[in-house]
């Protein structure tokens, strides 16, 4: 059997098991950890199937920042889930009616991997052949939206090339949603006014107690990860349009690692670090770096977000500016965001 083939099956079983065993646990606290594992399994996956930007996703959010906010939330509920009552018996039918649904909508899809989908004959091949260095300029499609030149010049990470190019305004308002979640959690997940614990516990029968962590252990090998997971997560916001990663990914590994921070030191030491007036800032200035480098590039001559105006001369590294500009953008919301959320369920709601 074809190893590629045998490892295929291997992780989708495993990965199919961790999703039933986590619907099928009581006890919340092992659901949470099995959906943790879950998502390791599909970034696997995503690896093996070549889509190292969607691993790359999966593995940061899925498993990372997704799964310290569920534990947080089980701080909040406990870890032992209550009886719903009697099961709703149209409940179930409207599902699985649905589900139907969604399965006979699949059967006119294209086949997986069929090279004559429309997706696969529209942009895609264009993209492919230049940013591998196939295509010169005057390979510039006509009557292009986003001026001359603009798809002339493409940076080696395909992925970032469609999303913050040919997609700019769709990642754009993307990061606008994540501002306006973000806000609208500020007004939301107010702290109650009162002395709030540093770190939470969860014990065995699922109530929660409040303490700060001494374990010198922890402390020290957890501190000596933080300022790598830093130096990471700002290697992938710069070098996004040349590997995989970008905005999305190095926000959350950025906001991890004050979050790491948090858990370990308490909320009162990270914020002398980051204070929180200026993750409030940062969440803003993200949406305006974006946004405002489309209007630079309208100012020198250009389209909104055609990133070929900033530098006439040289396309090549006025397009690598502007991908980098925007993707900083997306960063800063992102893990502004992020931190955001897991500060205000920590420090309680209303």
């Known amino acids: 059997m074809d ?28 659901s949470v950890m099995l959906m943790g594992i879950y998502s390791l399994l599909m970034a696997v996956i995503w690896a093996n199937l070549f889509a190292m930007d969607v691993s790359f996703t999966e593995a940061s959010v899925g498993a990372g920042a997704a799964t310290v906010l569920l534990l947080m939330a089980l701080t909040r509920i406990g870890t032992r889930e209550r009886s719903g009552g009697d099961h709703s018996l149209p409940a179930l039918v409207l599902v699985v009616l649905t589900g139907v649904v969604l399965l006979y909508g699949t059967s006119e899809l294209p086949r997986f ?77 107010r702290p109650i006014p ?32 933080i300022p790598y997971i830093l130096v990471f997560g700002f290697y992938v916001q710069m070098h996004g349009e040349i590997g995989p990663g ?22 009162t030491a990270t914020d002398r670090w980051l204070p929180r007036w200026l993750v409030d800032l940062a969440m803003s200035l993200g949406v ?28 090549a590294e006025a397009e690598a500016l502007g991908m980098t500009l925007v993707e900083a953008g997306v960063g800063l919301t992102v893990a502004s965001v992020v931190l955001t959320i897991v500060r205000k369920v920590q420090g309680g709601t209303r």
């Open 3 to 30: 190893p590629v083939l045998l490892l295929d099956v291997l992780l989708l079983i495993l990965a199919v098991l961790a999703a039933v065993a986590a619907m099928l646990q009581r006890d919340l606290l092992g």
């Open 288 to 315: 305006l770096l974006y946004a405002g480098t489309g209007v630079a590039c309208m100012a020198m001559g250009g389209h909104f977000l055609d990133y070929s105006a900033l530098d006439r001369v040289h396309p």
């Open 194 to 225: 009162r002395r709030s614990p540093e770190t939470v516990t969860i014990d065995e029968s699922g109530s929660t107690s409040h303490q700060k962590s001494e374990s010198v252990v922890l402390r020290t090998i957890g501190g000596m990860l």
């Open 113 to 189: 991997g069929d090279p004559q989908a429309p997706a696969q004959l529209h942009i895609a091949p264009h993209y492919l052949a230049q940013d591998i260095g196939k295509v010169s300029d005057s390979a510039t499609p006509p009557n292009s939206p986003h001026g001359e030149g603009d798809f002339g010049h493409h940076v080696p990470n395909t992925v970032t090339a469609v999303l913050a190019s040919y997609r700019g305004y769709d990642t754009m308002f993307e990061t606008a949603v994540i501002f306006s979640a973000g806000m609208c959690l500020l007004l939301l997940l």
């Open 246 to 267: 970008g905005g999305f990914q190095a926000g959350v590994l950025v906001a991890a690692a004050f979050i790491l921070h948090s858990l370990l030191f308490g909320r």
